[in-house]
């Protein structure tokens, strides 16, 4: 996976998100994501000079981008071991229950 350079000054700008399509965070989901940064600091010492930053919330396990493909069986995984059958990732990327 490529992160090219962004084209122009303001292709590297932060861009503003409207409210009402923000995503609320809940106390529990501040928890779990500060407990994965903990995790994921971790693993940046575990993995020594192998890690690469990325400035990634979820990354492999040396920093770098999760492969879809990796992601797409480990989350059918998921969902089969929660009892939720099986989630094929479809042409277009999607998932959808089967």
Request: with cysteine; hydrophobic share 35%; aromatic share 8%.
């Amino acid at each position: 996976m490529a992160f090219p350079e962004p084209v122009t000054r303001c292709a590297d700008e932060a861009v503003p998100v409207p409210l009402p399509s923000r995503l609320a965070l809940t106390s529990g989901i501040v928890t779990r994501l500060r407990e994965h940064r903990a995790h994921q600091a971790e693993a940046r010492i575990g993995a020594g000079e192998l890690w690469q930053e990325h400035g990634l919330v979820f990354t492999s396990e040396v920093g770098t981008p999760v492969d879809p493909d990796n992601f797409s069986y480990a989350f059918a995984r998921l969902c089969e071991s929660a009892g939720l059958g099986r989630w094929p990732r479809t042409s277009s990327g999607t998932q959808v229950p089967r």
